[in-house]
């Protein structure tokens, strides 16, 4: 059964940092991309970055991340990291991992998604 499963969300004061997790099960995470994904309240769900399968150094960010955010992947433990820093009270959302076929930000070039976890940055 594939399963991903997100740990790591918290309550945060504005400028700290939080690093997020994507359990990946049922299959090998260096076959596929992975993707992270955030939904705020009231808004629709955006992507904020991926890493690919093929080339882990190969990942896409959102504009509004680029400099503060880092995706990375160990594959030993098919988990794969979103490290968050200088964290902003407009970070606030729930956030998915989900896994795509290529590196995408579109939503439906992904399969699977794990049920989330709240990132809330305090001002």
């Known amino acids: 059964e594939v399963q991903l499963v997100e740990s790591g969300g918290g309550l945060v004061q504005s400028g700290g940092s939080l690093r997020l997790s994507c359990a990946i099960s049922?299959?090998?995470?260096?076959?596929?991309?992975i993707g992270w994904f955030r939904q705020a309240p009231g808004k629709e769900r955006e992507g904020v970055s991926c890493i690919s399968n093929t080339d882990s150094s190969v990942t896409w960010y959102k504009d509004s991340v680029k400099g503060r955010f880092t995706s990375s992947s160990d594959s030993a433990k098919n988990t794969v990291y979103l490290q968050m820093n200088s964290l902003k009270p407009e970070d606030t959302a729930v956030y998915y991992c989900?896994?795509?076929?290529?590196?995408?930000?579109?939503?439906?070039?992904?399969?699977?998604w794990g049920q989330g976890t709240q990132v809330t940055v305090s001002s």
């Open positions: 989900a896994r795509g076929s290529r590196p995408s930000s579109r939503e439906g070039e992904y399969d699977y």
């Open positions: 049922g299959f090998t995470r260096d076959d596929y991309t």
